[in-house]
Each structure stands twice: as structure tokens, then as C-alpha cells.
């Protein structure tokens, strides 16, 4: 599925040692199957109920039930040997509701409500992930959150366009208020002459995020961190590469290619991560 997918993260988690890599594609197929009920089309009620059976099926695991399936499978191994939390996964199934809802998700949300959103969708991975790389202290724990809003903020300046297609929009409104750009439908705002200003002010917070994660764990970056270290790496340069594109021609796709993903990751394995 990851690399079906072309996720940036598919490198650092395929050079993992074998359970760790297990664990790790376990939690990003999770990932992956709860956000496709968010995002297929369908009336909210039904993406609420299955997003509902997930929930159960996730407190099973933790109640003694046996597995029903590959993936609950797979979950229920990176469990058992990592010690993930259940509040982690089900703060994932949470994060996902939010794009679920009778509105079809968020649109122009307060700062507040995207913090919020991020936790949930990007900052439980992290949570999940350093348990995986062993590494469950309240230093790395500040990292996790902080890389977590930042990758999640880059998705979002990266997705403008796809976003919209679903209906939503995820810039804040206060960004939106402070370049001058009024009310909360996508088609309007993407479309406005200001946007760019949004974007930037957006770009901003998902730099100060950046900063804040290699801060957490300043001359920690190499060892267990790895793959963490490097899916930073990779995503930052991402953040800058789309700032260089600017914020007129949403359909230009700015990616980082798979070689490029590939030769960071390995320099991050061998303990000599490149610059972002």
C-alpha cells in the first residue's frame, strides 16, 4: 500500500529492521484504510458508522479478542511487542470523524480547531512511531507532536487543490481574515488574489514546527530516530519546494521523488542526515 501509494514515507520505513518495519506498515495501512472512509464518497452516517467499527474492532484487540482480518492482524502484532497506546489509534479514528461530518469536513477552521485536527491525524502517528523506534521520553514525545503538525501543515499547503475537490478547506480562518479574504467557500478563496499571503502565513507555522521537533531532540537525530529524522528531512524540503512554486498554479504537483527519498534515508540510517 505505501508504495502503491508513492508516500514520501515509504523509504524510512522500508530500511527498518523487520518488526519495526512491520509495525510501522501496519500503522500507516491503518492510517490509509480509515481515511479513504473519509474521504470515498458516501452520507456521513455511514462513514461515521464504519469509522464506529473500526473503534470496536481497535478496543477488541486491546480487550483479548482475537484479530478479524490481515490488517487488524498486523495491528495487533505492532501492539503486543511496542506497547502502542489505544488513545493513539483511536485519536486517529477521531481525526478522521472530523472529515466525516455532515459538512464533509472542515472548512475555514479556527486555529484552534486545525491544532486540534493535527493531534489527532498526524501527532498520534508520531506517538505511535517513536514507541516503535523505542523512544517513548517527554523529549521525543515534544518532537512527535511538534514534526506531526508540521508534516500534517505541509500536506494541507501541498493538497489545496485535491482538498477542494472533497470540499474542504483547511486554511485557518484568521490567516484568511488577515490577508484579506473573506468567507469560507474553497472555489472563493483559492481563487482570490490574496491567497498566496494565507499560504505563506501557513508555510510560517510549519516552519516554527520544524524548528521546534529538531530543537526537542537537538543532537539526538541520529541512533533509533532515524527514519523520524528523515521523513523531517524530506518533508521540509517539500514545505520549501512548494513555497519556491508560489500559490497560483495549485495543479503544479511539487513532490520528492523516490531516488531522492531513498538516498536520504540512507544517509540518515548511517548516521549523517543531509540538510532539508
Same mark, same amino acid.
Given at each position: 500500500?505505501?508504495? %502503491? #501509494? ?6 524510512p ?5 523487520? #518488526? *519495526?518495519?512491520?509495525a ?13 472512509? $473519509?474521504? @470515498?464518497?458516501? +452520507?456521513? =452516517? @455511514? %462513514?461515521?458508522?464504519?469509522l ?15 484479530p478479524?482480518? %490481515?490488517?487488524? =492482524?498486523a495491528? *495487533?502484532?505492532a501492539i ?8 493513539e489509534l483511536?485519536?486517529l ?5 472530523m472529515d ?14 486545525l ?5 489527532r ?6 506517538m ?10 517527554? $523529549?521525543? @514525545? ?11 501543515l ?6 489545496l =487543490? ?6 474542504r ?11 484579506g479574504?473573506?468567507?469560507?467557500? /474553497?472555489?472563493?478563496?483559492? $481563487? /482570490?488574489?490574496?491567497?498566496? /499571503? =494565507?499560504?505563506?502565513?501557513?508555510a510560517?507555522? $510549519?516552519?516554527?514546527?520544524?524548528? +521546534?521537533?529538531?530543537?526537542a531532540?537537538a ?17 521540509h ?9 508560489g500559490?497560483?498554479?495549485? /495543479? ?5 521523488g523516490?531516488?531522492? #527519498? ?13 540538510a532539508?
Open positions: 500500500m505505501a508504495a %502503491k #501509494s508513492g508516500s514520501t514515507f515509504y523509504w520505513m522500508r530500511l527498518l529492521p523487520a #518488526s *519495526k518495519r512491520a510501522m506498515f501496519a500503522i500507516y495501512a491503518f492510517c490509509r484504510r480509515i481515511d479513504d472512509i $473519509a474521504d @470515498e464518497p458516501g +452520507e456521513a =452516517a @455511514e %462513514k461515521r458508522a464504519a464506529e467499527t473500526w473503534r470496536r474492532d481497535i478496543r477488541g484487540l486491546y480487550a483479548g479478542e482475537q478479524t482480518g %490481515k490488517l487488524t =492482524a495491528l *495487533k502484532g503486543d511487542r511496542y506497547g502502542l497506546p489505544r488513545s483511536e485519536a479514528i477521531d481525526g478522521m470523524a466525516a461530518d455532515e459538512a464533509g469536513g472542515l472548512r475555514a477552521p479556527d486555529l484552534e480547531t491544532r486540534l485536527y493535527c493531534r491525524v498526524a501527532g498520534a502517528v508520531g505511535l512511531a517513536i514507541r516503535v523506534f523505542d523512544r517513548a521520553d517527554p $523529549a521525543t @514525545e515534544r518532537f512527535a507532536l511538534a514534526l506531526g503538525e508540521a508534516l500534517q505541509t500536506n494541507i499547503l501541498r493538497d =487543490a485535491e482538498d477542494a475537490g472533497l470540499g478547506l483547511y486554511l485557518p480562518r484568521e490567516l484568511l481574515r488577515d490577508a479574504i473573506p468567507g469560507d467557500r /474553497h472555489d472563493e478563496v483559492l $481563487a /482570490h488574489p490574496a491567497l498566496p /499571503h =494565507a499560504c505563506e502565513a501557513l510560517d507555522l $510549519a516552519e516554527a514546527r520544524f524548528a +521546534e521537533a529538531r530543537a531532540i543532537g539526538q537525530a541520529r541512533g533509533s530516530l532515524w527514519a523520524a529524522t528523515a521523513m523531517m528531512v524530506l518533508y524540503r517539500l514545505l520549501r519546494r512548494l513555497r519556491q512554486r500559490w497560483r498554479d495549485l /495543479h503544479a504537483r511539487v513532490r520528492v523516490r531516488r531522492e #527519498s531513498a538516498l536520504v534515508a540512507i544517509r540518515c540510517l548511517i548516521g549523517i542526515p543531509p532539508a
